[in-house]
């Protein structure tokens, strides 16, 4: 079993910036491919971005894609999203998914683990 925990979340004013981690521990997730998803308040879960095993492929929500950015480091145990020009609209609770699978998707299906979750204010 992967226990994954989200770091990094804060209140930031617009335009700022943040570096979300998901530190995994238990087991090691070099084989899989691991996400990014948020929920806003009154909204559904959506994907945010994606990683494959390797980092060799992402992919980035249309809403996010030039702002963010998915990275990981498998020594590390951990997946890192940079969050760049932040928007009120990016307001959320980020959870990080690791899949049961080597290969980014961009939805949920076949995420195994999910994090509890990180708060994103982006407020003046």
């Known amino acids: 079993q992967v226990q994954l925990v989200e770091s990094g979340g804060g209140l930031v004013q617009p335009g700022g910036s943040l570096r979300l981690s998901c530190a995994a521990s238990?087991?090691?997730?070099?084989?899989?491919?691991m996400g990014w998803f948020r929920q806003a308040p009154g909204k559904e879960r959506e994907f945010v971005a994606a990683?494959?095993?390797?980092?060799?492929?992402?992919y980035y929500a249309d809403s996010v894609k030039g702002r963010f950015t998915i990275s990981r480091d498998n020594a590390k145990n951990t997946v890192y999203l940079q969050m760049n020009s932040l928007k009120p609209e990016d307001t959320a609770i980020y959870y990080c998914?690791?899949?049961?699978?080597?290969?980014?998707?961009?939805?949920?299906?076949?995420?195994?683990?999910w994090g509890k979750g990180t708060l994103v204010t982006v407020s003046s």
């Open positions: 998914a690791l899949r049961a699978g080597s290969a980014a998707v961009t939805t949920a299906d076949g995420m195994a683990y």
């Open positions: 238990r087991r090691s997730i070099s084989d899989y491919a």
């Open positions: 990683i494959s095993w390797s980092g060799g492929t992402t």
